[in-house]
């Protein structure tokens, strides 16, 4: 079945970098498109970045443009977030998500369980 | 403030509908397909609606999305107690940063 898992979350102090691991299975992920997704504690849904099935192009929300780099590894079938400078604006549950090619809309199909990042002294 | 407007709430009682709103422009809404999610507490997004109106595999047909001008509409008929959940739109944003957007999400109450 078609899973997605989120890990390298934990507390970073500001002005430090993390980088996430997604682990993708149950699928072909290197036909897929990815994504990062965000949600501050109580706070809605805040798109983070995307790349393409082939790693040929990438999209970052403006508040992240700069300091974090999304990438991917299509022969380990794991998804990354480089992040850089980190704030604590950018305390928040990180979901990477799949985006499927029949869809063409922001249509992420599945979903992880999320990883905490929390930016604190 | 997020670009697409949702209500904050809305609530209905069992068995009956209620309609969520996303308000948008042409940057996104307007030239773009929406997408519809749910997430119930403390659970990842779950896709309602991709396409403006197309159900995913197991999706029951109570839920429909729609889409006219700059805004769309996501409707639920049937209300169950387990539909209390918060929904969220999204959208692809064309402008010079082209980009992601989801709404500010609405909290369903089933009364």
């Known amino acids: 079945q078609v899973q997605v898992v989120e890990s390298g979350g934990g507390v970073v102090q500001p002005g430090r970098s993390l980088r996430l691991s997604c682990a993708a299975s149950?699928?072909?992920?290197?036909?897929?498109?990815m994504h990062w997704v965000r949600q501050a504690p109580g706070k809605g849904l805040e798109w983070v970045a995307v790349?393409?099935?082939?790693?040929?192009?990438?999209y970052y929300a403006d508040s992240v443009k700069g300091r974090f780099t999304i990438s991917r590894d299509n022969s380990k079938n794991t998804l990354y977030l480089q992040m850089n400078s980190l704030r604590a604006e950018d305390t928040a549950v990180y979901y990477c998500?799949?985006?499927?090619?029949?869809?063409?809309?922001?249509?992420?199909?599945?979903w992880g369980q999320g990883t905490l990042v929390t930016v604190s002294s | 403030q997020s670009v697409l407007t949702q209500p904050p709430s809305v609530s209905a009682a069992p068995g009956q509908k209620v309609t969520i709103s996303c308000s948008g422009s042409?940057?996104?809404?307007?030239?773009?397909?929406v997408s519809w999610y749910q997430q119930l507490p403390g659970t990842a997004p779950r896709l309602l609606i991709y396409?403006?109106?197309k159900r995913p595999s197991g999706i029951p047909d109570r839920f429909s999305g729609s889409k006219s001008g700059t805004s769309a509409t996501l409707g639920i008929t049937g209300l169950q107690t387990g539909d209390e959940a918060d929904y969220y739109c999204?959208?692809?944003?064309?402008?010079?940063?082209?980009?992601?957007?989801f709404g500010g999400g609405t909290k369903l109450t089933v009364l």
């Open positions: 999204g959208t692809w944003d064309t402008t010079l940063s082209p980009g992601g957007i």
């Open positions: 396409d403006n109106n």
């Open positions: 149950g699928f072909t992920f290197s036909t897929y498109g």
């Open positions: 790349i393409w099935y082939d790693g040929s192009t990438k």
């Open positions: 998500a799949r985006d499927p090619p029949y869809s063409n809309s922001l249509g992420l199909d599945y």
């Open positions: 042409s940057s996104n809404i307007g030239n773009n397909y």
